[in-house]
T-cell receptor, first 113, second 115 residues
Framework: KAGVTQTPRYLIKTRGQQVTLSCSPI?????VSWYQQTPGQGLQFLFE???????NKGNFPGRFSGRQFSNSRSEMNVSTLELGDSALYLC????????????FGEGSWLTVV | KQEVTQIPAALSVPEGENLVLNCSFT??????LQWFRQDPGKGLTSLLL?????REQTSGRLNASLDKSSGRSTLYIAASQPGDSATYLC??????????????FGGGTRVLVKP
């Protein structure tokens, strides 16, 4: 059974650009959540989607957005990139929100220059 | 606001020694707690999930305990091996159903097992 798949794995962007990251959850999982990991702030929750609806959102500016498709695949977008957005972005999936084990992907490394 | 703390931030032990990793949280109203392992440059690997009604959970050499009332969880790794070298993170899931998978993570404990 394939795990959580994230693409791209590595990318470099310039300040002011925008980026889209993709996540394919484990087959059968309908809940997808996104986290940002930085050395200074650790792991922080971005948002969670279930059945194409955003259920929760973390304390990030509106430049960070996401969506979920009918096949449970999810994308997150960051517009007007800032240097501080450089981080490892992790996607996680579970069968449903709360109660179940959450499984993480390998992450997308974003460097903003 | 839930806060999760893992002390120490780093730990070095000789191979064969048992590892004891600590996790504390400020709000005892949790749904469950999950332990993860992260290797350098990689994603998180789930190790154990303990529901709030459980006291402990075991998988192979791993054993995790949970004392919800005191806001503590401990991960024990028996007979450590160099391959256990990684960062270990704990995360709590809030008790509110609406909070879903909004996990709050500790800062992690970086473990080095020396051969």
């Amino acid at each position: 059974k394939a795990g959580v798949t994230q693409t791209p794995r590595y990318l470099i962007k310039t300040r002011g650009q925008q980026v889209t990251l993709s996540c394919s959850p484990i087959s059968g999982h309908r809940s997808v959540s996104w986290y940002q990991q930085t050395p200074g702030q650790g792991l922080q929750f971005l948002f969670e989607y279930f059945s194409e609806t955003q259920r929760n959102k973390g304390n990030f500016p509106g430049r960070f957005s996401g969506r979920q498709f009918s096949n449970s695949r999810s994308e997150m977008n960051v517009s007007t990139l800032e240097l501080g957005d450089s981080a490892l972005y992790l996607c996680a999936s579970s069968f449903k929100p709360s109660g179940n084990t959450i499984y993480f992907g390998e992450g997308s490394w974003l460097t903003v220059v | 606001k839930q806060e999760v703390t893992q002390i120490p931030a780093a730990l070095s032990v000789p191979e064969g020694e048992n590892l004891v990793l600590n996790c504390s949280f400020t709000d005892s109203a949790i749904y469950n707690l999950q332990w993860f392992r992260q290797d350098p440059g990689k994603g998180l690997t789930s190790l154990l999930l303990i529901q709030s009604s459980q006291r402990e959970q075991t998988s192979g050499r791993l054993n995790a305990s949970l004392d919800k009332s005191s806001g503590r969880s401990t991960l024990y790794i028996a007979a450590s091996q160099p391959g256990d070298s990684a960062t270990y993170l704990c995360a709590v899931r809030p008790g509110l159903f609406a909070a879903g998978n909004k996990l709050t993570f500790g800062g992690g404990t970086r473990v080095l097992v020396k051969p």
